[in-house]
Nanobody, 115 residues
Framework: QVQLVESGGGLVQAGGSLRLSCAASGKIFSMDVMGWYRQAPGKQRELVASVVTGLTTTYADSVKGRFTISRDNAKNTVYLQMNSLEPEDTAVYYC?????????WGQGTQVTVSS
């Protein structure tokens, strides 16, 4: 079983930066996919970024060049550095670990970007 706890959300002005962290308890394996999703009001949850073994990363087109995902396997932690934030980035951000057919989710952290 994996439990995930996010931190680092908050209110920021457009153009600002935030760094999200997600600490996992329980064993995390190098082939687990660790990622961040977000869900804005009235919209479906969408993938923001994911990372496998720290080398293979995937980003949503809307965040490419602005967000960076990284992973510290020794600390069982995944990070999301968010720069040049836009009001459209406002959402609840969820940490995710995917292991085969199993999906584990954090409780979410609110990110609000004011214009």
């Amino acid at each position: 079983q994996v439990q995930l706890v996010e931190s680092g959300g908050g209110l920021v002005q457009a153009g600002g930066s935030l760094r999200l962290s997600c600490a996992a308890s329980g064993k995390i394996f190098s082939m687990d996919v660790m990622g961040w999703y977000r869900q804005a009001p009235g919209k479906q949850r969408e993938l923001v970024a994911s990372v496998v073994t720290g080398l293979t990363t995937t980003y949503a087109d809307s965040v490419k060049g602005r967000f960076t995902i990284s992973r510290d396997n020794a600390k069982n932690t995944v990070y999301l550095q968010m720069n040049s934030l836009e009001p459209e980035d406002t959402a609840v951000y969820y940490c995710n670990v995917t292991r085969g057919w199993n999906n584990y989710w954090g409780q979410g952290t609110q990110v609000t970007v004011s214009s």
